[in-house]
């Protein structure tokens, strides 16, 4: 089970994702709503996470583009 949601974490990373998307953290899947243990809620947090981490090392832009967010819009 933890090997998929590693997967997911991955592809997401790949799609641009943040670590903040990662779905465990939205409040309809946390353990108050769901009823699971915390520990169990924490595995499958950090199972993506991890998936999410390993890809974002090992990727590279395509031909050295660099992808960020603006800290703002306005002009400096």
Same mark, same amino acid.
């Given at each position: 089970?933890?090997?998929?949601?590693? *997967?997911?974490? !991955?592809?997401? =990373?790949?799609?641009?994702?943040?670590?903040?998307?990662?779905?465990?953290?939205?409040? @309809? %899947?946390?353990?108050?709503?769901?009823?699971?243990?915390?520990?169990?809620?924490?595995? *499958?947090?950090? !199972?993506?996470? =991890?998936?999410?981490?390993?890809?974002?090392?090992?990727?590279?832009?395509?031909?050295? @583009? %660099?992808?960020?967010?603006?800290?703002?819009?306005?002009?400096?």
């Amino acid at each position: 089970m933890h090997d998929d949601i590693r *997967k997911l974490g !991955a592809q997401a =990373a790949r799609e641009g994702l943040t670590m903040w998307d990662c779905p465990y953290y939205q409040a @309809a %899947v946390m353990p108050g709503h769901t009823g699971e243990s915390i520990a169990e809620w924490r595995e *499958k947090v950090e !199972a993506w996470e =991890a998936g999410w981490m390993a890809e974002t090392k090992s990727w590279k832009p395509p031909d050295g @583009a %660099v992808r960020y967010v603006p800290r703002t819009t306005e002009k400096q």
